[in-house]
């Protein structure tokens, strides 16, 4: 009976799978590029941006020079073959033209990697003055320390930045997984079409939002719950390509749960946001925004002795 | 000096698991479910319904039946197991009657989950549903595969979808754990009780709570921080099994951190709420919501050079 | 190429590592803490608390003592070996003074590890009330189990009662790294050096940030994205110390998406605090509190038949 | 193709599968003993009986009984579990006559089990003697511990000191998969149902056979390549349960590659076989026993100076 | 200093290996096959042949054939990757002539591991036989499921006569890392080039050497420690493919230690060859060989009472 | 009841382990080496002498140096950790004398391991001839790589050759948990005390034996079940440190199952001893030895029809 009910499923899912292109079918010799490698590659590439932090590897001790120039040989093979993966499947969905032959897939993939490993000490740069940003923004944070091992927001920007460089290089599918791998472990979701100048801190983080065509400038600090989205996704696929999202300039602050929206929205430097605002139009420089609260309304009726939650 | 305070501090943790009856007491011939397993399950689940994107599967080569008959079956004994068990605790928990006998939970355990497998193609042509309604409603989206690789929405309403099923036939512990899965890894926190008809969009997603008993629609897009949520749970238990969750029709799109609360609220059919809006009571349909803005209060008297933030 | 790619990336990364005070350098004898292993406590200590939930022990069988006191021996060796990690590392980066010396690291370590231990039935203790809490406060809570397997707030709670045992003891990196975990896994932010009182429940949670200067008296309930935060936080690092975050009174509930801010202001005891408000001064005891909401635009114009979605 | 070839390989060995009776068929609800976990137990108290050795535990601080405790109990679970499955297989193959009930099977279990457990004390106060037989007599051990840690000959002893309490009990399968496991660790063979005094002891061990119907006395040592065989084995299972291995009296040493044959065959007391030796009948106490070489044949021809071999 | 002796002796190893032609230079696009998959794959067709003993399967319930068709689908791929690695390998040291292209390698791999599938069937059937040749000729073997289990003949009978059927095909070095890896386990070294008859039993079997060119019958028997060897392998590579290890009739037993040299010897039909016999030309058919043993000598001089050992 | 077992048992065995001094009593301060990690450091070094057969590296790309130094850095620091402990734990059992301090016993074991470091280069050189030995001697060898991948008497011969660097720095347990470890994975036992000169050669190997005060010289072949041995053990710990074991000259080659006893024992080179010799006095060079084989005794009296075996 089980059996039954197994093979009619089988037979059913199997139907469905071939009626679908987001499906390989049998015969197609691709492969998608694989998550939990991927996954892996973010994973090692923190121990050589931030060494000592993330591994077992004790740094002090003899070479460390071994130690990160062969975890950047196991980065670039690994991801040389999932960006390659990822070109092949492309291609033999026709997403891309004129397509590129094999051997053309194959070192554009090489140069891209190559390219992104020599990035890597100008991303550590840029992270380190991150790591700066948030001791000094933030009086919970014991040490500098603390923001390696713990602060999601520097993880997030760790990913965001590392992303970011396969997203400027047009390759498909990766980026997004690494950024939203980082939206799992964090509930900040940074778009890798976003561009973010240095010393960036995000504060909590999560419930943040930063749209594909968001441009942050320097020394910018995000609270909890920010969005910098888009008006209106109406038109879908057509929006594709167009700025939705706003320009926030440098020394920017940002409080908790505020909400900017739109393509043409830009804050001027050194303007603060204030928490809980929401804003669809330009800002000028060196302003502080805050939304008139409404009024509250108190009622001190509240008496029953014996409940213990309203 | 260590041993004893190990020692005492185990007989203290002994004697107070012996007073509490959410812990099994040494002789109950009991055994809760296994978490592990079940969020195993899940990820297996996940490579039967997307064949090709999570596992190491070559899906392209050869069998694909082979391997999807070889996954089911392997989910079918797990899942059984861990209803099974359910029940078994359950019933020694005395929370139902009236009791079944260990051969009632045995058949019916079997009943249930070969039901749940029946159900798999229809999962998967929903899920597909919504896959599509991810790549229509994003512009980000470069491709739908970008979606079920990466997009924690499409996750949670696949956790949700499966949830469903156990939730519906009363299956305990189990759905919960599931769709707390999914909440921990994507913010996305939707009760396995909801109602969610087909091509279901969730942008973004961290922060959304849908409740226990809202129903929604087809054709509606959720953005992050939305709340579908209660008025009121003062009355705790008393309020278990009452519509206490609102009702979204066909076509709504509800904008990030709106909050909709209370039973009796009903949302029209192509009814779009704009985003931070607070709605606690029912919208007619065809209808555009905003909340008046509160004024903003600039200020631009922010001066001092060497500042780098507020 | 990438050969010469490579090798000069190393030297890159390496010259910035030899020059950051955040990286252990060549002949350096310490070492961080190791945040797998301290993830790993948190795994351990569950299973202690919940004994028969989170791991494979079959608890009912013979002998729970035996399990306890093995799982406590090991996490109580783990511990004392990473705290003394943690403060070896300060002490080398000239964080504490007057120094102390090895042999004081090591006794202060074990000291602080067996008080820990000690603590844990009154953890416990406050754990299962936490559990009473959350089954009382919300209907859609089936069973104390559920509360115990899949709330995200339970967890959180968890992690921040243990953490905060070792941020009273002055224990560096280990509590927040404690907390971020879970932060990571919930989205709920809980700083270790928050104080908070018996029956506390967290529902939803996500976005929930709950400051380090924060007080909270018993039988207090929060929903999903409350943030107990700083007015600011722009002296950065002169703040450290000083209370930054309200005090929230006992009996209180503070619904979904309210923002509290500010060291000085105290929620009295017995009030409710709406849902989407945002306050920054004191509010007086047995008060209801909600935001006038402002009022809602509706348009009734939506009517192109076609369309799937705004 | 390959296709095809697959699909009719599966057919022709379901369908082999189907007529042997070693095979679980369809709908046949039993299951066999788990190798793994019978290879785990084995593990596992190696642990319980050289406590510090084998795995991870620090036995020097705070608390061995809890590790013991929660370890044995570990084991008893685990066994119970097989011996069970063991019993239940056997049955349902009908190799025993008059049928257990279930119930019988399972009390029958717990009762070898416990008896089991209960004799670990005496089995590593053996162990221990064996360990001490080693260092006396091997002076290429530096020290017991040497013997503990790396000696085949204790670890094949061990396995067999096990498992021949299972052997004693009639369990089926279990002990064989245990001896054999430690017979591919060490190439020494000893089955699980012959009878070993105390102080044993295997020098170097590969190649050692001792089969089922064995008795070794006390203060017996062995080299490799060693013999304890049947004459002949032509008669097959219509000789199972007769005696056809040789008698070892206490005190005798049996140098390497010596063959003793045949369940008559009795090797008295204080009895010293020299190596290469074959012996089919029986030898009095007090003898020393060699093979009369057969004459070596010397040919100094050997000369072509630039061969590296022969 | 340490840190200087690794840079020198990494010199040193990176000089050696690019003068021997064993290791891959630089710049050379081959790849070794991989030991670890390969053994991998001898454990998951011993889950195909012997379904139900080997793995975590529940074979009763539910559906084999997808069990066994979705392992063999993973087998097929795993050994069509490893048999392409092999015969690339091969061609870069240019150890075949005339070169095959890439794509005759890649069809030729497949075409191999397609018929390699497709004899599944009739070695599942010969190791049945053996079994039964096991449980008849072995009076302690309890039951055939012991021999399927436990019996390290019967193991390593089941990877020869898998390897074989890759050394019949010339697949370079998997099929010797096959049998050295039952080697490894169970003492018992055949070469997969031997060509060896059905119902075939090795009991105990630890010393056991079957060389390249032997040739086994039908209904043989081999007890430990038997070498089927050359006379002399003095002419090394010279001899590479020419008869050198004797032919073996049916129905022949060969006891214990026994060793049978030569290209040229034949043991005729029906003959025993007794223990501890060293044969080196032919035997006739329905012969009893022993070798006439050498006289004991018997010495009962052994006397002081205080000795332990010898 | 079982819990009164377990209970009673614990009680039995602890205070068994209470009086040996072979078990680490409570409040010692040492440990153990660890079997595991010992074992670990064996597969890594492989790695490094036989880069891109044992692991997944894909050496042939980008930068081996980056992978040989890690490795080597990871090897150093593991080994350098087990050596301490095995220095520390010898000193507790008072067995050496004048003891060591701390630390000097911490910077004696970082010199024994930096020299070893330094002699992996000629550790690899020596193991490439014995690669060639291998190739030269063995018909049945395809290529080096066979013998690299697969032969046990190459896996035998590497872990000799690093144990060796070990023993003859006097460090304890390590160097046999080597040796043994081979032993179980390959019947071979050589002990870590030998001598073993270059080019050499061990074919199929199960069952070899090569004592602790064994020279061999270079050039020297043996086959399976030789043993080089001692003519009598009964003094015990009082051979300790004497030469017991035999002398054999270069180009020796010894076949099969031959067996040379005793510390005064010479084999002269070019020395060929055939097989199943027994020797215990000493060979001139240039000899072929080889014992005359006891007649054969032939009986054609086989004769029922339908036995299937003797």
Tied chains: 1, 2, 3, 4, 5, 6.
Aim: aromatic residues 10%.
């Amino acid at each position: 009976m089980i059996r039954n009910t197994i093979r009619d499923t089988v037979a059913a899912i199997t139907r469905t799978c071939s009626g679908e292109d987001v499906f390989i079918t049998d015969g197609e010799d691709v492969c998608l590029p694989n998550r939990g490698i991927i996954i892996g590659i973010i994973k090692d590439l923190r121990r050589v941006i931030f060494p000592g932090y993330f591994g077992d590897e004790n740094i002090s001790s003899t070479m460390p020079d071994y130690f990160l120039g062969n975890m950047m040989t196991e980065v670039y093979e690994a991801l040389r073959e999932q960006v390659e993966l990822a070109f092949f499947y492309e291609r033999a969905r026709k997403r891309v033209s004129p397509e590129r032959t094999d051997e053309e897939i194959r070192s554009h993939s090489a140069r891209i990697c190559e390219e992104f490993i020599s990035r890597l000490p100008y991303i550590q740069e840029m992270l380190l003055m991150d790591v700066q940003a948030g001791f000094d923004g933030d009086p919970a944070a014991k040490s500098k320390e603390d923001i390696i091992f713990s602060y999601p927001g520097l993880f997030a920007i760790y990913v965001y930045r590392i992303a970011h460089e396969l997203y400027r290089r047009n390759v498909p599918y990766i980026p997004r997984i690494m950024t939203e791998y980082a939206h799992g472990k964090t509930g900040i979701d940074i778009n890798s079409g976003a561009v973010i100048g240095k010393y960036f801190f995000i504060d909590h983080g999560t419930g943040i939002v930063i749209g594909e065509t968001t441009q942050i400038g320097d020394y910018v600090k995000l609270y909890q719950g920010v969005t910098l989205g888009a008006l209106s996704t109406r038109k879908g696929q057509q929006l594709s390509g167009v700025k939705r999202h706003p320009t926030i300039g440098d020394h920017v602050t940002i409080y908790a749960n505020s909400t900017i929206l739109g393509g043409g929205t830009v804050i001027g430097a050194n303007t603060i946001i204030g928490g809980n605002t929401v804003i669809s139009e330009s800002i000028p420089a060196n302003t502080r925004v805050s939304m008139k609260a409404p009024e509250l309304t108190m009622n001190t009726a509240v008496s029953d002795k014996n409940r213990i939650w309203d």
